[in-house]
């Protein structure tokens, strides 16, 4: 079954301070993506991936930067974490093709202080 | 670009009661059309997935609809369980790239014995 882990899955920053956030799958999928889940917005993307050492931005890379080292692995990196960053965040994987289904992971909670 | 409203943001039935959530969208060349469940505490699945040209569609429990005319996607738990009760969110786009899918706000649904 496709798999998607996210880690951690809390974490407490504090503002100005570095965040990473690490998912690793197991579907082979070549696309990633990272998400951010706020009350009042959808799953908004951040950035996305087509495979080992692409990265894209999506529709709100400002503050972040992603890296994916290889098929399995995609971080987000916050170098300097500001309280308009604490949110839940999601990370996918999806196939190529039309309309990709995605698979999420389990979410990491992010608070910035 | 491509709006989506989601409609109620929360939602409670009774067990048998049909519930009904429904998004709206802003593109007309919207052709992707997708509905996850997000159960508590766990990752979003997909429940279904539909193209713009079925306007009917039947999965386990539930009717996903699309008004194209009306720019209006919803889905109806014709006999809810408290097994259905989850967030449930819509996304929707009119290219087959996943980088352009727009998700809606979310719709916690909670089933009442």
């Known amino acids: 079954e496709a798999a998607v882990t996210q880690s951690p899955r809390n974490k407490v920053a504090v503002t100005g301070g570095k965040v990473t956030l690490s998912c690793n799958q197991t579907?082979?999928?070549?696309?990633m993506y990272w998400y951010r889940q706020d009350t009042g917005h959808g799953l908004r993307l951040i950035h996305y991936s087509y495979g080992a050492g692409s990265t894209e931005k999506g529709d709100i890379p400002d503050g972040y930067k992603a890296s994916r080292p290889s098929q399995e692995n995609f971080s987000l990196i916050l170098e300097l974490a500001t309280p308009s960053q604490t949110s839940v965040y999601f990370c996918?994987?999806?196939?190529?093709?039309?309309?990709?289904?995605?698979?999420f992971g389990s979410g990491t909670r992010l608070t910035v202080l | 670009g491509e709006q989506v409203e989601q409609r109620p943001p929360h939602l409670s039935v009774r067990e048998g009661d049909s519930a009904v959530i429904t998004c709206t969208y802003t593109d007309p060349n919207s052709y992707y059309f997708f509905w996850y469940k997000q159960e508590p505490g766990a990752s979003l699945q997909l429940l279904m997935k539909v193209f713009s040209s079925t306007e009917i569609n039947e999965g386990q429990g539930f009717t996903v609809l699309l008004n194209k005319k009306d720019k209006r996607l919803s889905l109806n738990l014709t006999a809810a369980h408290p097994g259905d009760s989850a967030a449930y969110f819509c996304?929707?786009?009119?290219?087959?790239?996943?980088?352009?899918?727009?998700f809606g706000t979310g719709t916690r649904l909670q089933v009442l014995p």
């Open positions: 996304a929707v786009s009119a290219s087959s790239n996943t980088n352009k899918v727009v």
């Open positions: 996918a994987s999806g196939g190529t093709g039309d309309a990709e289904t995605l698979y």
């Open positions: 579907n082979n999928h070549n696309n």
